[in-house]
């Protein structure tokens, strides 16, 4: 489980938290990511990072899927205290090769309580 | 039981890699085995052999050495971290073509495979960071 708790700029570790996710990938694990606090922000959709000189990552969201990193938890209680919903975060998917290749959204929305319990399951959490 | 360690702040500015160092020595010193110790983000600047702090406070980057010596550790660097911040061995120097290298003794340069190996391997993988 990889747990994301900063915005994607202002500081590395959204950007640099992604790149161990993606290496990660190669290694056939069973990966989540959680996004926490300022972290629901690297989803947020329309990011424009184009007058600050600085490389706007958020399109590789979109790879994750690809990568079978398809369960991106998102906690409610940080969204609601941002002002944010659902809706404003980026409509990131997957291709369940399960279920014909079906395409089905990647990121769910969860309560603190549920996180809780989801990270008690875990083996391995890393957090950026 | 089986520990690996992940620095992810740089020497003085923050105590995670104080916390880090002094986890990992008891730990060794009540007989458990430490399987890696990983630099990343800004925990990539503890392996640089280049500082000179004062004299009178703790050498942060040569105790690291000490220990990983004493105990036969193996300290990693991220490889993508060490070239963002300028941290490199020979190889690393003579591949980028740049001027010298400044890796401190006892650490290596590796890739996040290591990073990822560390966490199945241990029982725990402990995060130091901000």
Known sequence: MYVNRRAPHGTIYALEGLEVVLIGAAFDQDVCMVFIGDGVFQLKKGQDTSDSDIKNFSPTYRALGDYDVNRLYVERESLEDRGLAGGDLMELTWEDEDDDWNEKPSIQLVSRQELSDLMEAQDVILNF | ?130
Request: hydrophobic share 40%; proline share 3%.
């Open chain 2, 1 to 130: 039981m089986k520990f690996s360690i992940m620095v992810n702040e740089g020497p003085y500015t923050h105590q995670a890699s104080d916390t880090a160092f002094n986890f990992t020595r008891a730990a060794l010193e009540a007989g458990h085995e430490i399987f890696r110790i990983f630099f990343y983000h800004d925990g990539v600047n503890n392996g640089t052999r280049m500082t000179t702090p004062p004299q009178d406070d703790r050498h942060v980057v040569n105790r690291w050495s000490e220990l990983a010596e004493q105990h036969g550790l193996d300290m990693v660097v991220c490889v993508a971290a060490a070239q963002r911040r300028g941290i490199l061995d020979a190889d690393e120097a003579k591949r980028n073509g740049k001027d010298g290298d400044n890796i401190a003794p006892g650490f290596r340069i590796s890739g996040l495979g290591q990073l990822i190996e560390a966490g199945i391997e241990a029982d725990r993988l402990l995060v130091f960071g901000d």
